[in-house]
Protein backbone atom coordinates (compact mmCIF):
# COMPACT_ATOMS: atom_id res chain seq x y z
CA UNK A 1 0.00 0.00 0.00
CA UNK A 2 1.16 3.24 -0.62
CA UNK A 3 1.37 5.50 2.79
CA UNK A 4 0.34 9.45 2.69
CA UNK A 5 3.40 11.38 1.60
CA UNK A 6 2.72 14.85 2.97
CA UNK A 7 6.60 15.83 3.43
CA UNK A 8 7.97 18.17 0.56
CA UNK A 9 10.66 16.05 -0.23
CA UNK A 10 8.42 13.44 -1.38
CA UNK A 11 6.42 16.06 -3.39
CA UNK A 12 7.78 16.16 -7.78
CA UNK A 13 6.99 18.50 -9.56
CA UNK A 14 4.66 16.49 -11.41
CA UNK A 15 2.55 15.59 -8.55
CA UNK A 16 2.75 19.75 -7.15
CA UNK A 17 1.56 20.42 -10.75
CA UNK A 18 -1.01 18.15 -10.60
CA UNK A 19 -2.12 19.18 -6.93
CA UNK A 20 -2.31 22.88 -7.91
CA UNK A 21 -3.92 22.30 -11.31
CA UNK A 22 -6.93 19.99 -10.07
CA UNK A 23 -7.35 22.55 -6.47
CA UNK A 24 -7.04 25.81 -8.64
CA UNK A 25 -10.19 24.61 -10.98
CA UNK A 26 -11.88 23.09 -7.96
CA UNK A 27 -11.77 26.52 -6.41
CA UNK A 28 -12.30 28.30 -9.83
CA UNK A 29 -15.78 25.97 -9.79
CA UNK A 30 -16.73 26.87 -6.20
CA UNK A 31 -16.39 30.99 -7.30
CA UNK A 32 -18.81 30.49 -10.24
CA UNK A 33 -21.16 28.40 -8.22
CA UNK A 34 -21.03 30.85 -6.04
CA UNK A 35 -21.58 33.74 -8.05
CA UNK A 36 -24.60 31.68 -9.42
CA UNK A 37 -26.20 31.84 -6.42
CA UNK A 38 -26.73 35.35 -6.58
CA UNK A 39 -29.23 34.63 -9.83
CA UNK A 40 -32.12 32.60 -8.57
CA UNK A 41 -33.51 31.68 -11.99
CA UNK A 42 -33.88 29.10 -14.41
CA UNK A 43 -30.49 29.54 -16.63
CA UNK A 44 -28.46 29.81 -13.54
CA UNK A 45 -29.09 26.66 -12.56
CA UNK A 46 -27.07 24.97 -15.08
CA UNK A 47 -24.47 26.03 -14.35
CA UNK A 48 -25.18 25.76 -10.74
CA UNK A 49 -25.20 22.26 -11.31
CA UNK A 50 -21.99 21.92 -13.71
CA UNK A 51 -19.84 24.29 -11.11
CA UNK A 52 -20.87 21.98 -8.31
CA UNK A 53 -20.19 18.64 -10.12
CA UNK A 54 -17.08 19.74 -11.36
CA UNK A 55 -15.52 21.24 -8.22
CA UNK A 56 -16.18 18.33 -6.45
CA UNK A 57 -14.74 16.02 -8.91
CA UNK A 58 -11.51 17.72 -9.15
CA UNK A 59 -11.29 18.03 -5.44
CA UNK A 60 -11.63 14.49 -5.36
CA UNK A 61 -9.27 14.20 -7.72
CA UNK A 62 -6.40 16.65 -5.83
CA UNK A 63 -6.84 14.86 -2.60
CA UNK A 64 -5.46 12.02 -5.15
CA UNK A 65 -2.38 14.18 -5.65
CA UNK A 66 -1.97 14.18 -1.77
CA UNK A 67 -2.92 10.29 -0.96
CA UNK A 68 -2.25 8.72 -4.22
CA UNK A 69 -5.15 6.14 -4.41
CA UNK A 70 -4.65 5.77 -8.33
CA UNK A 71 -1.55 4.42 -7.73
CA UNK A 72 -2.76 2.34 -4.27
CA UNK A 73 -5.36 0.60 -6.38
CA UNK A 74 -2.79 -0.13 -9.22
CA UNK A 75 -0.54 -1.68 -6.73
CA UNK A 76 -3.92 -3.30 -5.46
CA UNK A 77 -4.45 -5.37 -8.89
CA UNK A 78 -0.97 -5.86 -9.30
CA UNK A 79 -0.54 -7.87 -6.18
CA UNK A 80 -4.24 -9.81 -6.87
CA UNK A 81 -2.18 -10.78 -10.32
CA UNK A 82 0.59 -12.01 -8.59
CA UNK A 83 -0.90 -13.90 -6.11
CA UNK A 84 -3.09 -15.35 -8.82
CA UNK A 85 -0.11 -16.12 -10.95
CA UNK A 86 -2.04 -14.11 -13.61
CA UNK A 87 0.70 -10.92 -13.66
CA UNK A 88 2.55 -12.13 -16.77
CA UNK A 89 -0.72 -12.75 -18.75
CA UNK A 90 -1.49 -8.87 -17.69
CA UNK A 91 -1.13 -7.48 -21.19
CA UNK A 92 -3.80 -8.74 -22.96
CA UNK A 93 -6.41 -7.39 -20.06
CA UNK A 94 -4.73 -3.93 -19.96
CA UNK A 95 -5.05 -3.27 -23.74
CA UNK A 96 -8.76 -4.99 -23.73
CA UNK A 97 -9.71 -2.22 -20.42
CA UNK A 98 -7.63 0.73 -22.56
CA UNK A 99 -10.31 -0.06 -25.47
CA UNK A 100 -13.20 -0.36 -23.44
CA UNK A 101 -12.21 3.15 -21.64
CA UNK A 102 -11.19 4.86 -25.00
CA UNK A 103 -14.91 3.28 -25.92
CA UNK A 104 -16.80 4.41 -22.67
CA UNK A 105 -15.02 7.92 -23.29
CA UNK A 106 -16.17 7.93 -27.27
CA UNK A 107 -19.54 7.10 -25.66
CA UNK A 108 -19.58 10.08 -22.87
CA UNK A 109 -18.05 12.49 -25.45
CA UNK A 110 -21.06 11.29 -27.79
CA UNK A 111 -23.74 11.80 -25.43
CA UNK A 112 -22.77 14.74 -23.69
CA UNK A 113 -22.65 16.19 -27.57
CA UNK A 114 -25.93 15.18 -28.49
CA UNK A 115 -27.24 16.63 -25.02
CA UNK A 116 -25.23 19.65 -24.90
CA UNK A 117 -25.24 20.78 -28.46
CA UNK A 118 -26.34 23.99 -27.19
CA UNK A 119 -24.37 24.38 -24.55
CA UNK A 120 -21.20 24.53 -25.96
CA UNK A 121 -19.28 25.74 -22.85
CA UNK A 122 -20.81 22.62 -20.78
CA UNK A 123 -19.90 20.38 -23.39
CA UNK A 124 -16.29 22.13 -23.15
CA UNK A 125 -16.08 21.20 -19.44
CA UNK A 126 -17.63 17.75 -19.76
CA UNK A 127 -15.22 16.55 -22.52
CA UNK A 128 -12.51 18.24 -20.50
CA UNK A 129 -13.59 16.55 -17.09
CA UNK A 130 -13.61 12.99 -19.43
CA UNK A 131 -10.63 13.52 -20.29
CA UNK A 132 -8.97 13.65 -16.47
CA UNK A 133 -10.86 10.98 -15.18
CA UNK A 134 -9.35 9.19 -18.30
CA UNK A 135 -6.20 9.71 -17.29
CA UNK A 136 -6.61 8.78 -13.75
CA UNK A 137 -8.05 5.59 -14.63
CA UNK A 138 -5.40 4.67 -17.40
CA UNK A 139 -2.66 5.69 -14.81
CA UNK A 140 -4.36 2.59 -12.45
CA UNK A 141 -4.46 0.05 -15.55
CA UNK A 142 -0.83 1.27 -15.98
CA UNK A 143 -0.38 -0.40 -19.58
CA UNK A 144 3.65 -0.33 -20.08
CA UNK A 145 3.30 1.47 -23.68
CA UNK A 146 1.29 4.06 -22.39
CA UNK A 147 2.69 4.68 -19.15
CA UNK A 148 6.34 4.95 -21.40
CA UNK A 149 4.20 7.84 -23.23
CA UNK A 150 2.64 9.42 -20.03
CA UNK A 151 5.55 9.18 -17.86
CA UNK A 152 8.07 10.85 -19.73
CA UNK A 153 9.99 13.96 -18.67
CA UNK A 154 10.18 17.38 -20.31
CA UNK A 155 12.32 19.72 -17.78
CA UNK A 156 11.70 16.93 -15.49
CA UNK A 157 8.11 17.21 -15.45
CA UNK A 158 6.31 14.06 -16.45
CA UNK A 159 3.84 14.45 -19.77
CA UNK A 160 0.80 13.31 -17.79
CA UNK A 161 1.11 16.63 -15.97
CA UNK A 162 0.72 19.49 -18.80
CA UNK A 163 -2.11 17.09 -20.13
CA UNK A 164 -4.04 17.75 -16.59
CA UNK A 165 -3.14 21.12 -16.68
CA UNK A 166 -4.86 21.03 -20.54
CA UNK A 167 -7.65 19.20 -19.00
CA UNK A 168 -8.29 21.66 -15.49
CA UNK A 169 -7.64 24.92 -17.91
CA UNK A 170 -10.19 24.07 -20.87
CA UNK A 171 -12.98 22.74 -17.77
CA UNK A 172 -12.34 26.34 -16.32
CA UNK A 173 -12.69 27.68 -20.35
CA UNK A 174 -15.95 26.15 -20.05
CA UNK A 175 -17.46 26.72 -17.19
CA UNK A 176 -16.84 30.21 -17.75
CA UNK A 177 -18.08 30.03 -20.75
CA UNK A 178 -21.49 28.53 -19.65
CA UNK A 179 -21.31 31.01 -16.56
CA UNK A 180 -21.10 33.99 -19.01
CA UNK A 181 -23.98 32.12 -21.15
CA UNK A 182 -26.53 32.12 -18.22
CA UNK A 183 -25.73 35.88 -17.71
CA UNK A 184 -26.77 36.81 -21.14
CA UNK A 185 -29.86 34.97 -20.86
CA UNK A 186 -30.86 35.93 -17.10
Request: some cysteine; glycine content about 8%.
Amino acid sequence: MTALTLFPIWWSATREIGFVAYSATGIGCVLFWLRSLRFPDRPHAGIRRLAATVAAIEFILALDMVFEWRIALHDFFADTFVRHNLYGRRHTLQLELLIVLGCILAFTLGLAFQRLRTRRGSFLAIGALSLSITLWLMEIISLHETDTGLYHLVNGIMVIAFLWVLACSLILLGVGIEARSAARKG
